[in-house]
């Protein structure tokens, strides 16, 4: 039988082959990757894992094995809400907050509640594949922003928002993924305005924030524009992305659409997990051991940035990320990152080609995303040197 040919448009749409491809070299003998984006094993706090699990399962209560309410158990929304305002100082109502089972899955639910065929939403020049993923499967129109190492340029998006009829606007201005870049805090505050005096809603994806390499505090766009942004957090990065645990909040009547919608989706997160990531966020290990993970990432930042100086080529450039999991290469337009890879497996090194978080593919062929958040130090060095022999 052709299975293929049996699924449907949607899923061709979908090019997952070449990310399941270069993803799936993580622990792979002899392969150095510098392509999944894993927390270091060391940064994740087992101990305290397994006490929250152990604290949660000694209570006996038979609820953990229960369906639940879509949009999360009340404990872990209160906590998250304490949690908010504590890391950002952001006063929000816990009827606000929705319990995820991780930001991906609210990204694919916000683009069914937004996108129809045909609709426009903006997203950074490169940007999260499984997100582009999800607005693809929409049969949206992707339109990208011009960035640089600031951020998407507002006057940019000023011309794009007047060129288009935009329904969504999805960022991720914070350390991110791909390229590192962070939105700078003078053009944050020109998007809050623009955003407001235009109706416009931005799905702010903010997975690495607390991966910060300064002391400086980042203000979120949501904190600059509540009533037009969605905020996506997760626990991926922070307590370990095994637990599938994240959350939402922003304008309560979209909240609520979107916990509407979470039935359809996955019903609602893991009670369990839910439960455990209560214990975790009350206890002061996790925001000791949050500080640990940001110093384990700048020292692997520091190696990878030490050895790009000693070994690649002059015609690659890149902007030192001052937070988060990923450096983004850029070389001269002729190269084809496509081929690099293929050639970087054969000398035991693996990264992701730019083309993957591209709208349109071309933009990425003269790029290549590192990460240095799962490699040891030893394999950052060999893994940039067998790297920039191919380059
Ligand atoms: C920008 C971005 N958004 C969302 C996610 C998904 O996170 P989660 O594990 O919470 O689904 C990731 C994971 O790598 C990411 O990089």
Not at 28 to 53: M, Q, T, W
Not at 100 to 107: A, C, D
Request: hydrophobic share 40%; proline share 4%; aromatic share 10%.
């Amino acid at each position: 039988m052709n299975y293929i040919k049996k699924l449907s448009e949607r899923n061709r749409l979908m090019d997952s082959k070449i990310v399941r491809d270069s993803l799936s070299t993580f622990g792979v003998d002899n392969l150095i990757s510098l392509a999944a984006g894993h927390p270091a094993a060391e940064s994740l706090d087992y101990e305290l894992f397994k006490e929250s699990v152990d604290k949660v399962l000694g209570k006996n209560d038979l609820s953990l094995m229960n369906y639940s309410f879509s949009n999360g158990i009340p404990q872990l929304r209160e906590a998250v809400a304490r949690f908010l305002k504590r890391t950002q100082n952001l006063e929000i109502d816990s009827r606000s907050v929705g319990i995820s089972s991780g930001s991906q899955v609210t990204i694919d639910t916000v683009c069914k509640a937004f996108l129809d065929e045909g609709d426009v939403v903006l997203v950074e020049e490169c940007t999260f594949l499984a997100a582009l993923q999800s607005m693809q499967s929409c049969k949206a129109q992707i339109v990208p922003i011009p960035m640089d190492s600031e951020g998407i340029i507002i006057s940019e998006y000023e011309r794009l928002i007047e060129k288009y009829d935009v329904k969504l606007t999805y960022l991720i201005p914070t350390f991110q993924n791909p390229s590192g870049y962070t939105l700078s805090e003078q053009r944050r505050t020109a998007l809050a305005k623009i955003i407001k005096y235009n109706d416009l809603i931005v799905l702010e994806d903010d997975p690495y924030g607390h991966i910060n390499f300064n002391d400086k505090q980042i203000n979120s766009i949501y904190s600059l524009a509540a009533e037009n942004v969605i905020y996506l957090g997760t626990f991926s990065k922070s307590i370990g992305p095994g637990l599938r645990v994240g959350f939402y909040t922003g304008p309560f009547e979209l909240i609520d659409q979107i916990n509407a919608m979470r039935f359809s989706v996955d019903v609602h997160a893991n009670v369990l997990a839910q439960n455990v990531v209560v214990e975790i966020l009350d206890n002061e290990r996790f925001y000791t051991n949050v500080k640990k993970m940001s110093s384990i990432y700048k020292v692997r930042k520091d190696i990878m940035v030490e050895a790009l100086n000693k070994y690649l080529p002059e015609s690659y450039s890149y902007a030192e990320p001052e937070g988060g999991m990923f450096i983004w290469l850029q070389g001269e337009n002729d190269i084809d990152s496509d081929l690099i890879y293929k050639k970087a497996i054969n000398n035991g090194v693996s990264f992701v080609p730019g083309t993957l978080f591209t709208p349109n593919k071309l933009d990425g062929k003269n790029k290549l995303r590192l990460n240095f958040s799962s490699p040891d130090l030893k394999s950052i060095d060999e893994g940039i040197k067998k790297l920039s022999e191919i380059l």
